[in-house]
């Protein structure tokens, strides 16, 4: 949280990102997905039919957070965007109170 970038600005609609790099994106995106079927513990969520959500193996397609994907790319996923929204990169909102919290519980653990 303190660490990675975040979404900020004005979203924009892409109606077509199959010829994008996911590397390259921050957005929410719609995209086709393979899990493979040696995955014994798989990644991403899927609501199926019966607005039930599960894990699956296998192709499906849904809606996903980009750094979602990148981390299921590399667990083996295969991974298909096609469209989403995109944002601006901001730096972490919360950079400054997460060291200021940290901070404190460096201080208290000193005095106790």
């Known amino acids: 949280m303190k660490e990675f970038p975040m979404p900020s600005g004005v979203p924009v609609w892409h109606g077509n ?3 994008k790099d996911l590397d390259s994106m921050l957005r929410f ?3 086709y997905v393979v899990c493979p079927k040696t995955i014994k513990k798989p990644f ?3 609501r199926d ?3 039930t959500i599960i894990f699956p193996t296998g192709e499906f397609v849904g809606g996903y957070y980009s750094e979602e994907l990148k981390y299921a790319r590399g667990l083996g996923y ?3 965007p096609i469209s989403g929204y995109l944002f601006e990169r901001m730096e972490s909102p ?3 109170f997460v060291s200021s919290l940290f901070k404190s519980r460096l201080e208290i653990g ?3």
């Open 78 to 80: 295969t991974v298909v």
């Open 49 to 51: 039919k019966n607005n």
């Open 17 to 19: 990102l199959e010829d």
């Open 44 to 46: 991403l969520p899927y």
């Open 29 to 31: 995106i719609e995209a």
């Open 94 to 96: 919360f950079k400054d």
């Open 110 to 112: 000193r005095t106790h």
